[in-house]
């Protein structure tokens, strides 16, 4: 959701309904976030976290590891239902016909987007501006009292059409935000049918992408990366737990607050990531978390109509208190998937039958995640290796440095567990426990020998990368200034060009000396043109075939000069022995002296070294 507007025009809009219209509304799941306060948006969190998306994995990819927010995230924060039927049905090109019938409303022919103005109006809230000096409160009282005015207080069609709309508006503008400001028709076929209630319709709460609710996503910011410091505990015991955060203010310029995000996220402290936020909070007064409670733990897919995502929980162990054991992270071709790709389909789509593999898989609520991993190695071993890379070209994702530190301390603590429970045991000797001390040194000595051989590794091919581009740069400097003397070359041929067909024109029939010359110095020009293009096309070709072109830059430079050094050497010789036979033999007529053939194309290329 892009404006904070959006949040009180629809808490205001719920507050106008009559009791038996909220009641509904709670029996079908959705009451809880309407007690949740109006948070604050924090677009340099989000902005951050969204950077840190891996698309493929549908996973945030941090210094630690992977993360992912999970349908227990969802249950504890915003006390949604995360149980139940797959949100599935049909999907059509056009709603026209359907917008008109089940909210009056008109939809532009051929268009699936109803305007948010003409909806919100349908709800009473005509005037949703702000007055100048009014307060939050104030503001929210007054559209809830003037949209109460066009509610129906009984039962009945209207009241059906009332909540309809509102369900459009809820879901389009705050539960399943998109960017835009027309609100998407795409559930509106799950409203035809009130009675129904949408048995589930929270299932497929799309929190495994970093658009949609913020709220969600920022409190589980706050939840797993308390040290980023973005939000302030001010009403504990709430629940859903999202009741208990604010966002905290921050003044600075959007730019400068994501820059600093960035680097703080860079540097987290691995042993201050809480893996798992909930251990202290208990199942009282929830019952609904018992019927939640088998869908926790689990890899699964989620769906939402035309948007099926998967939920892989496999690459994030540890939030389940699990160590974290080798894995093959998933790439976007191996799956044939129902994704984005799919949105604004131009056919009639049932989703029951499209994503019916993805459907079975939700019911048999997906697979369960195991481990028998003693430690993290390995896995960040791999995570390194997929993630490392991309420090050094794009900036996108933690270095490999800090994936080697956060081995490292990982491996530490857990030498440390495992002294404090043999300690803690009283059975062991003085003996065992020095020995495994001695134990923990030796492998926090291997890790460590490890860590520098990596960070060898990683500064020799920091130097490789600075190297070809030193030379790259060189190559281009090369190719610029031959370009400029092809270019210079040209236009003399153009000029001489020019000259001769002046003379042609004025010069008597018997006077032919001079267009001879001219048409001898032309040829040698455009000779001397051809092969100066020619080495700049092969320029080009070197340098996108190696980066490193060190060699293929000496073997260029050398050419060029030999070309150019040859070229000229040979305009003079033929120059002068025109003069000769031009001297000795002025009877051979118009053709002058005897023109050679023109140099193998091949002379002086950056591949040939220059050789003739």
């Not at 009130?194 to 920022?218: I, K, M, V």
């Not at 980023?228 to 859903?240: E, M, N």
């Not at 996220?265 to 929830?286: A, K, M, N, R, T």
Request: with cysteine; proline share 4%; net charge neutral.
């Amino acid at each position: 959701m892009r404006a904070r507007v959006s949040w009180t025009l629809v808490l205001a809009a719920f507050l106008a309904f009559p009791p038996f219209q909220r009641e509904r509304i709670e029996e079908m799941g959705f009451g809880q976030i309407f007690r949740m306060e109006r948070m604050r948006v924090d677009p340099a969190l989000t902005q951050a976290l969204r950077s840190r998306w891996d698309t493929e994995a549908s996973a945030f990819a941090f210094p630690w590891g992977h993360m992912i927010p999970s349908l227990e995230n969802v249950r504890w924060i915003t006390r949604l239902r995360v149980y139940g039927r797959a949100v599935s049905g049909y999907t059509y090109p056009c709603y026209h016909d359907l917008a008109e019938r089940l909210l009056d409303l008109l939809v532009e022919s051929g268009s699936s987007l109803v305007s948010r103005v003409a909806l919100q109006e349908s709800l009473g809230l005509y005037e949703a501006g702000k007055n100048a000096g009014e307060s939050e409160d104030e503001y929210l009282v007054r559209l809830a009292r003037v949209s109460q005015r066009e509610r129906a207080s009984e039962p009945g069609p209207q009241a059906d059409l009332d909540l309809r709309r509102f369900l459009i508006l809820f879901f389009g503008r705050l539960l399943f935000a998109t960017r835009g400001d027309a609100v998407h028709c795409r559930f509106l076929p799950l409203l035809e049918d009130l009675a129904h209630q949408f048995d589930g319709l929270s299932t497929s709460e799309r929190q495994t992408s970093t658009s949609g609710f913020y709220p969600f996503l920022q409190v589980w910011a706050y939840l797993h990366l308390p040290a980023l410091g973005r939000g302030d505990l001010t009403r504990s015991g709430f629940v859903p737990i999202a009741r208990r955060w604010d966002s905290r203010r921050d003044i600075r310029h959007l730019v400068d607050q994501l820059e600093r995000l960035q680097e703080v996220i860079d540097s987290y402290p691995y042993l201050d990531v809480v893996w798992q936020p909930y251990l202290g909070e208990g199942d009282e007064g929830q019952p609904c978390l018992v019927q939640a409670r088998p869908y926790f733990g689990r890899s699964v897919w989620l769906h939402a109509l035309n948007l099926v995502l998967p939920l892989n929980l496999f690459l994030t162990q540890r939030s389940l208190g699990l160590r974290q054991s080798v894995v093959e992270f998933p790439v976007r071709d191996r799956f044939r998937r129902p994704g984005r790709s799919f949105r604004g389909l131009h056919d009639t789509t049932d989703w029951r039958e499209h994503a019916r593999e993805q459907i079975e898989n939700w019911e048999r609520k997906g697979k369960g995640v195991r481990s028998d991993a003693t430690t993290d190695d390995a896995y960040l071993q791999a995570y390194a290796l997929k993630y490392g890379g991309k420090v050094d070209v794009t900036g996108e994702i933690a270095s490999l440095p800090a994936l080697l530190q956060s081995a490292l301390q990982d491996q530490e603590r857990s030498e440390l567990e495992r002294v404090r429970g043999t300690g803690a045991g009283g059975a062991s000797s003085s003996l065992s426990a020095v020995g495994s001390l001695s134990l923990m040194e030796a492998r926090l000595a291997g890790a460590v020998l490890r860590a520098e051989e990596a960070q060898r590794h990683l500064e020799e091919r920091e130097r490789n990368l600075e190297l070809a581009h030193e030379q790259a740069m060189t190559l281009q400097s090369e190719r610029d200034q031959l370009r400029i003397r092809a270019e210079a070359a040209e236009a003399q041929v153009a000029e001489m060009t020019r000259e001769l067909a002046t003379l042609r024109v004025q010069r008597p029939p018997g006077d032919q000396e001079e267009v001879t010359r001219l048409r001898a110095e032309l040829l040698a020009q455009q000779t001397l043109e051809r092969g100066l293009q020619q080495i700049v096309t092969d320029i080009g070709r070197s340098r996108s075939r190696s980066r490193s072109g060190a060699s293929v830059s000496r073997a260029t430079g050398a050419s060029v000069g030999q070309y150019l050094a040859g070229s000229s050497s040979r305009w003079r010789n033929e120059e002068e022995e025109r003069r000769q036979q031009g001297e000795g033999g002025a009877h051979e007529g118009r053709g002058g002296g005897k023109m050679l053939p023109p140099p193998d194309r091949r002379e002086g290329s950056g591949e040939s070294g220059g050789g003739q």
